[in-house]
């Protein structure tokens, strides 16, 4: 068996370890989960652990570069109204119930192609559909509360991305503790802080204030952004010049809540940027006065590390998740008050050695968390479900 660098190599070489990632649902402009499979590939290439990937042929040329190490299985690009449950028939279309040649599926969506009879590990990003079900559109919460359970009883081993959703899989469905590992993301490299001039340079190409708060994330109710938005219309007359600015694709079915979030208030000024290039992103993080990620449900949040990894003071929700990664590198709101929210806001803006604190703390604690701690973390799992 092939063996991962800085990883123990003990599993057993009777058994073919050819390993196949699922990567169909991908679709761009690429957004959380699409950025959860792309920092395992970028993981395990860390490490020296090659995959199969399996892609449409319209996704492959997008994610290349993130794959160069490993090998891309093309597939037949879905019409995206099918793309929802696509696994589901081109897996089995492809290789038959008993796909020959891998040891190993990694079903990353959580939703493992059912109809296929193949050894499987499965990320599970969140349980929204579970949880929050209300966020979900109905035939998304049909597809991933009928499948997602269907796929944890049948997996060898389940991958989350925190202890809370860990603990929240063990006591949902009944799964032994052992075969369920919270593995942490990570940022990509770039998520570092610009020169200053960048900065200048990318906040005036978005026509963006010298003081702003960000929020970056797909727009939708779990994001609890018109808490956010009820926070900034309390903040007090001399804070007018501050604009709140929110980044990201407004998700379907959002549409109403996008137009109440941009409504010009009596003073400051709200900008909706929309879908943001993610190589613009680490200027607008570094520009900020305050980064505000205030969802009441998250798996992990990545927009959270990107932010702390480019020096932005954050402040975040009392979700499970949220608060174990930011630990104390940022403020964790303890209710859901828009004036506390307001107040932490306040603070950031008012006093230079709060953000600069929370700065410094914010950069130590993301630099924990490495492609290689996630390379190495998932070989481990996967030379787990080989053994059997």
Known sequence: MREAAAVSPDAAAAVDDRVAIDLLFAAPP????????????????????????????????????????????PFPTPPRPLRLGWEQWMVPWRFGRHPRGYGLLHAVTGVAPILCDIPLVVTVPDLTFRLSPQDLHPRARLYFGTLVPASIRRARRVMVSSEAVRRQVIDLFGVDADRVTAIPLCAEAFFVAPPADVVVQT????????????????IDSRKDLSRLRAAYDLLPPDCADVALVFAGRTAYGAERLAQRLGRQPKRGHVIMLG????????????????????????????????????????????????????????????????????????????????????RQRGLARARQYTPRRLGEATVRVYQEALRG
């Open 275 to 358: 879908y943001v290039p993610r190589e613009d992103l680490p200027a607008l993080y570094a520009g900020a006065s305050a980064f505000v990620y205030p969802s009441r449900y998250e798996g992990f949040g990545l927009p959270v590390l990107e932010a702390m990894a480019c020096g932005a003071p954050v402040i975040v929700s009392s979700a499970g998740a949220l608060a174990e990664l930011v630990g104390n590198a940022g403020v964790v709101l303890q209710t859901a008050d828009p004036a506390e929210l307001t107040q932490a806001i306040e603070r950031l803006l008012r006093f230079a050695p709060d953000r600069d604190a929370l």
């Open 30 to 73: 690429f957004t959380g989960l699409d950025h959860h499979a792309l920092h395992i590939l970028r993981g395990l290439a860390e490490v020296g652990w090659p995959v199969d990937v399996w892609v449409s042929r319209q996704v492959a040329p997008a994610i290349a570069l993130d794959a160069r190490s490993h090998r891309l299985v």
């Open 203 to 218: 906040r005036k190409r978005y026509r963006l204030p010298e003081r702003y708060v960000l929020s970056v994330g797909t």
